[in-house]
């Protein structure tokens, strides 16, 4: 497997940017990702560094990854879009915040459905095993057994780090430990 190392926004294991519109989603399928990712900047992903409006299914991650912020297993940051049934094995390591085992951030509408986590997830702050960041949409069904490590005390959990808005069901499996490192 190959090593990608980048210093530019949008680096993804099977595709950097993804944008579309809610008239023409993109569907990202079946896919797998087996490269490092070393990145000094942000969204970046084993699967998809920036989705809006696409759909990703069936995917896995099952290399470590490393980034500034905004940074998931499957997906960095996620607009519109949905995730399911999706695995994360590799660790997930930002040097800043915005981290999480299936994506670094999800917003506007977007649904994280049924994936697994089973990979460390390590931040500052906004750390999640399933999400860093989730600011609308659905959190639901999903199953973390990573560890969550995290540097400060602020917007850290299980499975979502910083909540603001949207659902976060009942049906979320959160396994693993959170654990402060210094």
């Known amino acids: 497997a190959a090593t990608i190392y980048s210093s530019k ?3 993804g294991g099977i595709v950097g940017h993804c944008s579309a519109n809610s008239d023409n989603r ?3 399928d079946g896919c797998v990702n087996t490269g490092i990712i070393h990145s000094t900047s942000r969204d970046v992903a084993g699967i998809v560094g920036y989705a809006n409006y696409t759909d990703i299914s069936n995917c896995s991650n099952k290399s470590d990854l490393t980034a500034a912020s905004s940074i998931g297993g499957i997906v960095g940051i996620a607009r519109y879009s949905t995730i399911t049934y999706c695995i994360n ?3 997930v390591t930002s040097n800043n915040l915005l981290a999480g085992g299936i994506a670094g951030s999800a917003s506007y509408s977007t649904t994280v459905s049924s994936n697994v ?3 460390t997830v390590t931040a500052n702050y906004k750390t999640g095993g399933i999400v860093g960041e989730f600011t609308g949409g659905m959190v639901s069904a999903n199953t973390n ?3 969550v ?3 400060s005390n602020s917007y850290n959990g ?3 780090g910083n909540h ?3 659902t976060i069901a009942d049906d979320n499996i959160a396994g693993g430990q959170l654990v402060q490192v210094q």
């Open 149 to 151: 490590r995290y540097v």
């Open 26 to 28: 993109i569907l990202i």
């Open 9 to 11: 926004q949008y680096a």
């Open 117 to 119: 986590n089973k990979g």
């Open 145 to 147: 057994e990573g560890n």
């Open 164 to 166: 603001s808005g949207g």
């Open 158 to 160: 299980l499975i979502v």
């Open 89 to 91: 094995i590799g660790n």
